[in-house]
């Protein structure tokens, strides 16, 4: 049994030792105030559907401050989970607070008007930088449409598949 009495730490050829034996890197870590992606200054437009929803967004630099049809995010989508459902496509690319929006939004109801905005936003951010954003949106599932929509009713049916009771004799 051999054992090692060598006790100096191997040190890999990017770091350097100061006089305490500590190793250091000459790289300087990114500072906490530093925007973890580079700023790009473009505004975006682009439209965004679901269900009977239609929302035509444009986004421009800014504070993000919303907008949607002339009210702010807060007062036309009470709901946080709407809120949430809006702000995904910003989330995912660590874009917060760097664009304003302004939307306009008609049909349909308040939780299809929300992933008609969110579409109209993930294609306004694709619009503007598509090499450094489309991967991203596209892992995330938010540059698809979602076509589900409400199927028809057929004749003689209550509703689209609900028939009245069945009876045998």
Do not use: C
């Amino acid at each position: 049994m051999t054992e090692n009495t060598d006790t100096t730490p191997e040190v890999d050829e990017t770091f350097e030792t100061d006089a305490d034996g500590v190793a250091y890197s000459s790289e300087s870590a990114p500072s906490a105030d530093a925007p973890l992606r580079p700023a790009t200054i473009a505004p975006g437009a682009a439209t965004g559907r679901r269900k009977e929803a239609v929302a035509r967004v444009r986004i421009v630099p800014g504070t993000g401050e919303w907008t949607v049809n002339g009210r702010t995010l807060d007062s036309y989508f009470p709901n946080k989970l709407h809120q949430q459902i809006v702000n995904e496509p910003f989330v995912a690319l660590q874009l917060e607070g760097r664009f304003d929006v302004l939307a306009r939004i008609h049909g349909g109801g308040i939780a299809g008007q929300a992933g008609a905005l969110r579409l109209g936003v993930a294609r306004s951010l694709n619009a503007i930088d598509v090499e450094a954003n489309r991967a991203e949106l596209k892992k995330l599932g938010l540059l698809t449409r979602d076509a589900r929509a409400v199927e028809r009713k057929k004749a003689g049916l209550k509703k689209a598949r609900k028939a009245s009771q069945f009876s045998k004799r």
